[in-house]
């Protein structure tokens, strides 16, 4: 039986962040990992020879610049690269593309050009957003207060109570909007050009199965706004190597601050003793003592084009188009003509693909974990995968022809091999009952579990899902307290 300051149960990005900070400060921590490489959903894996992917994850945004800083990540190997911030939509009518540029004063032209309304309103629509952009910034990195907690809950709420009243009134009642509207009235307060709110209202369906008009989505537009990339806020850019670049980097800054990490380790259960974690059983029998014990877990163109598909591609349309593409991914499993992210990374990134090919990655909404009449994703997948190059075949009508091979993850896939309970990216939807005080539930908002010393470090906690290491940043320095009282 061995020994342990801390066990980590679960090698994904938040569960090495744990322990890259609870090993610096100067803990004996263990993490167990269940599949036979560290990354969780943020890994570069080959799915054709020579071809290599990010698998779950797709591009840096919310990677806190504190988790890069603190943990000396890019001394340990990352780099990330800048992204093109321009957006290709092809149109899903006839007539209707039009490509955002990445330059300020070139996307002015164009917004001008689709409303005169629009360009107006859009300076202040862009305050709006860096307003509740850096609240976000500020609270991801803070332990939120509990609900019927003590003083130090008290203190934690008046500290939010405070910044809130800084803002002054407009923007304080800007701010409730983004956290309580649907997306669709938030966006129409605004603007009047589809193919503007398009741009921003696809944030809101990432791991999001929602109607556009659900309460609270537009929070979850501004959760992926808030991010900020080598200085730059609000970008967004790719971690040369793919997604796994970023975890390897974790694992090798953890490793040599002494933190031991081991694969093919999967947990069977934690020993709990008169309600009080004392460490874990792993499933080949071994049992190891632990201090606390953290989970990680869920409770094809010229060189013109090649530069625009250096952003993103969006596939998506009007508000009947979204309010569609989540009753059929509600009555029929998915959507018939869904709501798609592509993006191109081996136009920065050369060395995801052979010379003179390249890596396609299709982020694909609403696709549900439960499929209607019994059936299954193990015999729907091919069906679904089928469908949607048929979708994307309309605009680019070679697909299939320079097609050489394909990835395909299903919600079922996503639960199984990556441990997303139910497909959700999120660790639990970004929803107003699952949001700061609520996340994971009332009461244990503070990263501790109600067992004595069990922690939970993933994207379950605070503040939520995304390649960030905010939960597990905020969980260590929680747990690292504790620890000086044990």
């Known amino acids: 039986m061995s020994t342990t300051d801390a066990v980590v149960v679960g090698a994904g990005h938040n569960g090495l962040v744990a322990a890259g900070y609870l090993a610096r400060a100067g803990h ?35 990677l806190n610049p504190v988790v890069i800083e603190d943990l000396e990540l890019e001394k340990y190997g990352l780099e990330i690269m800048d992204g093109a911030d321009c957006t290709l939509q092809p149109g899903l009518e006839p007539g ?29 629509f862009e305050r709006a957003l860096e307003m509740a952009a850096q609240m976000m910034r500020e609270l991801v990195l803070e332990t939120p207060p509990n609900i019927g907690g003590g003083l130090l809950d008290l203190i934690r709420a008046g500290k939010l109570a405070n910044r809130l009243r800084k803002l002054g009134p407009e923007m304080q009642a800007e701010f409730m909007k983004l956290m309580t509207m649907s997306v669709a009235e938030y ?77 093919d380790a999967p947990v069977a259960e934690v020993l709990i003793e008169n309600g009080v974690a004392r460490g874990v059983r792993l499933e080949d029998g071994r049992e190891m003592r632990a201090k606390i014990v953290a989970a990680n877990l869920n409770h094809l163109a010229d060189g013109e084009q090649l530069a625009r598909l250096q952003g993103m591609t969006l596939f998506n349309g009007d508000w009947q188009y979204c309010e569609d593409a989540y009753h059929d991914a509600r009555s029929r499993g998915w959507s018939r003509r869904p709501i798609i992210e592509m993006y191109m990374p081996s136009a920065i990134d050369d060395s995801l693909a052979p010379p003179g090919k390249h890596v396609l990655s299709l982020f694909c909404q609403h696709f549900a974990y439960e499929l209607p009449e019994g059936r299954d994703w193990d015999e729907e997948k091919a069906h679904a995968a089928d469908h949607v190059l048929d979708f994307v075949g309309e605009f680019c009508p070679n697909l299939r022809d320079i097609l050489l091979g394909a990835q395909v993850l299903s919600p079922l896939d996503l639960e199984r091999e990556y441990g997303l309970v139910g497909g959700c990216i999120m660790h639990g939807c970004l929803g107003l009952d699952q949001l700061y005080s609520m996340r994971p539930v009332p009461g244990y908002a503070d990263y501790r579990m109600p067992i004595d010393n069990l922690y939970l470090c993933g994207s379950g906690a605070h503040p ?7 939960p597990g940043r905020t969980a260590a320095r929680e747990m690292i307290r504790d620890l000086k009282k044990l």
């Open 28 to 62: 004996s921590v263990t993490v167990l990992e269940r599949r036979g490489i560290v990354g969780g959903a943020a890994i570069t894996e080959e799915f054709l020879p020579g071809f290599r992917n990010s698998v779950c994850s797709y591009v840096v945004s919310l």
């Open 96 to 124: 209707s593309g039009c490509f955002f540029p990445d330059d300020a004063d070139e996307y002015m032209r164009v917004v001008a050009s689709l409303s005169t309304r629009d360009a107006e309103a859009f300076p202040r």
């Open 187 to 263: 966006m129409d307060e605004w603007f009047e050009s589809v193919a503007l709110k398009s741009q921003y209202s696809q944030q809101a369906f990432v791991g999001n199965m929602v109607s556009p008009y659900s309460a609270g989505s537009a929070f979850v537009l501004i959760y992926h706004f808030f991010g900020e990339v080598n200085g730059k806020l609000g970008a967004w850019g790719h971690a040369k190597g793919g997604m796994g670049s970023i975890t390897q980097a974790m694992r090798r800054s953890a490793e040599a601050h002494g933190a031991r990490i081991e694969v």
């Open 464 to 470: 939520g899902g995304g390649v960030s290491g905010n």
